[in-house]
């Protein structure tokens, strides 16, 4: 996990979620399977330029340079990590694919959309990880291509045991903050009450 942003980058993260609707309360059933009392949908955000500006801006914050001059490609996680992905890369002037969900069935039956050569060292991005199986689904395939993958991005971490699952399989997570930080600062702001707080909290492993 890389180091965690300012307390003034973690409030402007908090009012784009609230402004966007991208933080929304209710009984949500995840990708990984699990339910959950809370969702955060940042599929809205490229809907706002503003915000979408800056949480791209978020990203480039915990892309150490050294590592963003290393890596050859960004692939972007189907959905919500393909539109971040798509735009960072473009930023560092990088090359970008992403992972099909599924294998396509008619043409050459690719599970990587994009140009991707045996040895290509690539950084996959996505929008929030939770368990990590999401994210693993998705290395393994660009490994299955020939490409190396020890680094992924996300913008927030659920924590929910996504970076030991990532870990185990050799890649290192950088996660520009977690939901405990943001559920807190939601909280002393008074942006979100003691109920609701418990209910972030109380998913954290």
């Not at 009984?27 to 955000?45: E, N, P």
């Not at 960072?88 to 990088?94: G, I, T, V």
């Amino acid at each position: 996990m890389t180091d965690m942003p300012t307390q003034q980058a973690e409030d402007e993260l908090c009012d784009i979620l609230l402004r966007t609707g991208s933080l929304k309360f209710g009984t949500f059933k995840l990708a990984s399977g699990i339910l959950s009392s809370y969702y955060i949908d940042l599929r809205l955000i490229p809907s706002d330029p503003e915000a979408f500006r800056r949480v791209i801006g978020f990203y480039s914050t915990i892309l150490d340079p050294t590592l963003a001059k290393q890596v050859q490609r960004l692939a972007g996680i189907p959905t919500a990590g393909i539109a971040y992905a798509a735009v960072l890369a473009f930023n560092l002037s990088k090359p970008f694919l992403y992972v099909r969900k599924e294998q396509k069935e008619h043409g050459r039956g690719k599970r990587i959309e994009g140009v991707l050569k045996p040895g290509d060292k690539v950084l996959v991005l996505d929008d929030v990880i939770t368990t990590g199986k999401n994210v693993v689904w998705a290395v393994d395939a660009i490994r299955a291509e020939g490409g190396v993958v020890e680094d992924a991005l996300v913008l927030l971490d659920r924590q929910q045991g996504g970076e030991a699952t990532l870990k185990r399989s050799g890649v290192r997570l950088h996660a520009f903050t977690t939901i405990r930080r943001v559920a807190e600062r939601l909280s002393v702001r008074g942006m979100i009450d003691e109920g609701q707080l418990r209910e972030i909290v109380g998913q954290i492993d």
